[in-house]
């Protein structure tokens, strides 16, 4: 009987022994694998305009996974003055955010399937309209967007440079597909160039 026991113990043993090596072997190889997959690329703090670099990382990845919304449509060139990119959740439409010059003045495009009302008169030091019709071509990534409203936000002054740069280039500017944007693809790479991945 007791030698029995000790068959069986060894039996005991050896299985457990090979279910270790397997188990080792099987997280030993996915620890590999995921070391050497290189995951979403970050830019340092440190390099200077880190935050609107590691933005336009992340629209890009979200846009090449398929699931964008938030700057499926961007201005046809870059606009001047630019320091970070911010998106405000809205029922009625889909709010994009250009934070541009210092102290910062904010540009307000939001996107709508309806047409919006036509530019009012402007609030001095609150607001300022800027456009207000229908976005040119669709795009896929937001099929339901037809129109736009611009606004300068963050308290705009008439004389201000920042002002006057913004209200120049958002009221003459054409709003187009992400992927017909070239200068947003020069951000891209240049971000991935100070995140160590081009």
Do not use: N
Not at 14 to 23: A, E, F, H, P, S
Not at 80 to 85: E, V, Y
Not at 150 to 172: H, I
Request: hydrophobic share 45%; proline share 10%; with cysteine.
């Amino acid at each position: 009987m007791t030698r029995g026991r000790v068959v069986v113990g060894v039996v005991v043993l050896l299985l457990v022994g090979l279910v270790g090596v397997g188990y080792a072997g099987a997280t030993g190889a996915w620890s590999d694998r995921s070391t050497s997959v290189l995951g979403p690329p970050v830019v340092d703090p440190s390099v200077p305009g880190h935050e609107l670099l590691q933005q336009a990382l992340d629209i890009d990845a979200q846009w090449r996974a398929g699931g964008i919304q938030h700057f499926a449509f961007l201005p046809a060139e870059r606009p001047p003055d630019l320091r970070k990119l911010e998106t405000i959740d809205a029922d009625d439409g889909i709010v994009d955010v250009y934070d541009v010059g210092t102290p910062v003045l904010r540009t307000i495009v939001k996107y709508t399937a309806r047409r919006p009302g036509p530019c009012g008169a402007p609030v001095p030091g609150v607001a300022l309209c800027l456009f207000s019709g229908p976005v040119g071509g669709g795009s896929p990534d937001a099929p339901s967007v037809a129109y736009a409203r611009v606004q300068l936000s963050g308290g705009p002054k008439a004389g201000d440079p920042v002002t006057t740069r913004a209200a120049a280039f958002w009221g003459k500017t054409e709003l187009v597909p992400l992927r017909e944007a070239p200068w947003f693809a020069d951000l891209v790479q240049e971000a991935l160039v100070a995140a160590g991945r081009a």
